[in-house]
């Protein structure tokens, strides 16, 4: 058995993950993605980076930080007939912010209300559609960058003429959703399959709650709700392993904010107590019908 | 074997036993985020500089 884990750079989560394929047995070859020079056309007898053919790997784990790498990547890996976690069309979906929203309204998942403009005065009137505050979110993106609470019409207009001169085109389409008053804390959900294993609250005083932006976590119960919920978010946009973001409004009720589909857990394994990393390795060898 | 140095303020770095080639480490003086290049020798050079696509 062969199993590759693409990478953009080892951090805590990738090391986590290859001592749980070492716990079963396994060595995992590293590929970095600043090393891949596909042939396109040639298919998958080709070398990978590692020196074997890419045909020889069972699975490939795509955790490359680099979102435009791992995508790329993964097109060609799946058009090749190669198994990866998670799937190009799942990995796709959730790396665009419009795509996601579209696939959960699809499948009736409760999400905040969302518009979506192409020209200022468009994204103006979107705004004021939706009332205010509002949340401007570029399409792609993570960690929160470029978030951007609107509380007037003075500072949307702000933001548009910002983003309309100094952004490029992906910066032109006016992504904007309902602002969530939701009580200092926002829900990171973990999906490995067909199973909520964990979830934090992640806590902030600031309204951004990314962990990578200071947020506190914590346990979260995964409740049935929740765990039914997530279950329906996950399978809206083709399943796998896949990090949940759950937003709590003022009447209780939970809402899809985003799902992000190369998790960061280092700091939710503690809190949990659920081994998250081997839960990962052990979903990824059972799709490739190795069982523990 | 030659302790390394930090690239950007040439503080002596440790590594730790189970480090991995390209694994990201900080420099516990400068703070600079490093990646390790090489394990033998060891060769840390100035992680790269986050990008647009980069996150979850």
Avoid at chain 1, 39 to 68: F, H, K, N
């Amino acid at each position: 058995m062969r199993i590759g884990i693409l990478i953009t750079h080892i951090r805590a989560e990738e090391k986590l993950l290859i001592s749980a394929f070492q716990a079963r047995g396994i060595e995992p070859d590293i590929i970095l993605d600043r090393d891949l020079n596909f042939d396109v056309i040639a298919g998958s007898g080709q070398l990978a980076p590692s020196g074997v053919a890419w045909s020889e790997y069972d699975v490939v784990m795509e955790r490359s930080v680099s979102t435009s790498r791992g995508l790329y990547a993964l097109a060609l890996l799946n058009s090749w007939g190669i198994a990866t976690i998670n799937r190009y069309d799942t990995a796709s979906i959730c790396a665009d912010k419009l795509r996601t929203t579209i696939a959960l309204a699809q499948a009736g998942v409760p999400q905040p209300s969302t518009r979506v403009a192409f020209d200022p005065d468009s994204a103006m009137k979107a705004i004021g559609d939706l009332g205010y505050p509002a949340v401007l979110k570029p399409v792609t993106g993570s960690w929160g960058r470029l978030l951007a609470r609107v509380n007037d019409s003075d500072s949307a207009e702000a933001i548009i003429e910002h983003r309309q001169t100094l952004g490029d085109y992906n910066h032109h389409t006016y992504y904007v959703q309902s602002y969530i008053n939701k009580p200092g804390r926002d829900i990171r959900a973990f999906v490995v399959g067909d199973r909520t294993i964990c979830a934090i609250y992640r806590t902030s005083p600031h309204w951004i709650t990314n962990t990578a932006r200071g947020g506190q976590a914590s346990n979260c119960p995964v409740t049935p709700e929740l765990n039914d919920l997530c279950i329906r978010a996950a399978q809206a946009v083709g399943g796998g392993i896949l990090a949940i973001d759950v937003l709590e409004d003022a009447d209780g009720q939970l809402l899809i904010n985003e799902i992000n589909h190369t998790m960061e857990f280092r700091n939710s394994s503690a809190p949990t107590g659920v081994d998250i990393p081997t839960e990962v390795v052990n979903h990824a060898l059972n799709t490739i019908g190795v069982t523990a | 074997m030659t302790t390394p140095h930090c690239p950007e303020c040439d503080a002596e770095i440790s590594i730790p036993a189970n480090a991995m080639e390209n694994e990201l480490i900080s420099c516990p003086d400068c703070g600079t985020e490093l990646e390790i290049i090489s394990l033998n020798p060891i060769t840390l050079d100035l992680a790269p500089e986050v990008e647009e696509d980069w996150g979850e």
